[in-house]
């Protein structure tokens, strides 16, 4: 079974820029989350849709986050414009329900160095 | 609101050796679920052990098994015969039944030393 694929795994930019990531679930999961994750910190929810539906995004700072799921599968994440604070490891994780019987697997990540 | 609290940041331990991982919690919950996730160098967080609050047996998956004291609100995680790729962060997290969100701790970096 292929796990949860991210990309890219690394980016740099400068502040005030735009910067995309992708996330591709494992097969049949509906509910996909994202994470950020700064360093010396445990991860920290984002985002949560279920199927192409948003379910949760509290955590997400909308002012300069946004998110989509178009067709229920694969995911983007993107930051417009993009600030030092947003250094991180985003993570992204699907689980074939929600709730806490169901296992999230999770990405690689990508690493986000803002300058 | 739940806090969780990992209060040793990095441990190590000798190879084969026996190893424990402290968490604390707050909640004022009385049924939720608790959770040890290891994100090894490459970064990928891996799901170890699961504990339902509910259920008074500590939950054990081959070398991993948790100490879970309800009342003091402690989790904690025992790695049997450590192995050199037990070398990880190791999060503690917690989450309410009728919940989505984790809310981990800040984790534990343990290095297994050959």
């Known amino acids: 079974e292929a796990g949860v694929a991210q990309s890219p795994r690394y980016k740099i930019i400068e502040k005030r820029q735009s910067v995309a990531f992708w996330c591709n679930p494992i097969?049949?999961?509906?509910?996909l989350y994202w994470y950020q994750q700064i360093l010396g910190q445990g991860p920290k929810l984002l985002i949560q849709f279920q199927n192409n539906g948003v379910v949760d995004d509290s955590q997400l700072p909308k002012d300069r986050f946004s998110a989509e799921r178009l067709k229920g599968v694969d995911s983007t994440l993107k930051i417009q414009p993009a600030k030092l604070e947003d250094s991180a490891v985003y993570l992204c994780a699907s689980s074939l329900t929600s709730g806490p019987t169901d296992t999230q697997y999770f990405g690689p990540g990508t690493r986000l160095t803002v300058l | 609101a739940q806090t969780v609290t990992q209060s040793q940041p990095e441990m190590s331990v000798q190879e084969a050796e026996t190893v424990t991982l402290s968490c604390t919690y707050d909640t004022s919950e009385s049924n939720y679920y608790l959770f040890w996730y290891k994100q090894p160098p490459s970064r990928q967080m891996i799901l170890v052990i699961r504990?339902?609050?509910?259920?008074?047996q500590n939950a054990t998956e081959n070398r991993f098994s948790v100490n879970f004291q309800k009342a003091a609100k402690s989790f904690s995680l025992k790695i049997s015969d450590s192995q050199l790729g037990d070398t990880a962060m190791y999060f503690c997290?917690?989450?309410?039944?009728?919940?989505?969100?984790?809310?981990f701790g800040t984790g534990t970096s343990l290095t297994v030393i050959p």
């Open positions: 997290a917690f989450m309410k039944p009728t919940g989505n969100q984790f809310y």
């Open positions: 504990q339902e609050a509910y259920k008074q």
């Open positions: 097969s049949g999961h509906a509910t």
